[in-house]
């Protein structure tokens, strides 16, 4: 295990050295949902909880449900629940997308944030079963693991997803016809490279047009993060 620090600190996560890795991809996932206080979010795929953590620490009146199907995480990420001073406002369940717990009732959260598997059930497999599950389609694919997130949400209720940039039209196929108001931003690693991954945020029953933004440069020529990205990485910011 490693003992790692997000937020410059203000949150801790407990994380395997080896296997899937929370990085930087919860942080902004979490910047990006625009939750209030008294508000329900629901954390899908919620791994060792940074994503709901990370939430937790800018928006301390929301309540964090999340849900993830690999008991070691779901160990790790009720740990981090006490080490963070959350138990209360962040719960992590185990269960699976096709045989979900009985007590997650659709239509009960404000909000959904997710970071679904980025590789497609035919990719080849990671030698670590870990890391292969929580990055490859299983028996859910990307369309069902979606559509899940979608039924999760009260009328007009706020999903928000970062994904690969090269599985784009994946990702909206996915959500077509249930979503509108899509609003999508790309991720650029540094300026003039491709964008690596999107975020997009759309709202449940909304018939809005798309709108792509101009996106995030995350780092600067020499590696530091850029001041936008820094504000939101370290300082907690919203993602705006």
Known sequence: MSEDRLLDGRVIVRQPVHGYRAAIDPVLLAAAVTAGDGEMVFDLGAGVGAAA???AA???GCRVFGLEMQPPLVGLARQNIDLNHCTGRVEIMIGN????PPRLAPG???HVMTNPPFHPGDAPP????GRDAANREGAVDLVLWMRFAVAMLRPKGCLVTIYRADRLDDLLA??????GDISLTPLWPKLGRPAKRVLMCARKGSHGPLTLNAGLVLHEADGRYTGLADDILRRGAPFS
């Open 58 to 60: 800018r928006v301390g």
């Open 126 to 129: 990671s030698p670590d079963p």
């Open 53 to 55: 953590l990370c939430l």
């Open 97 to 100: 997308l096709a045989a979900p």
């Open 108 to 110: 009960s959260f404000h």
């Open 174 to 179: 996915a959500v077509r016809g249930k979503v």
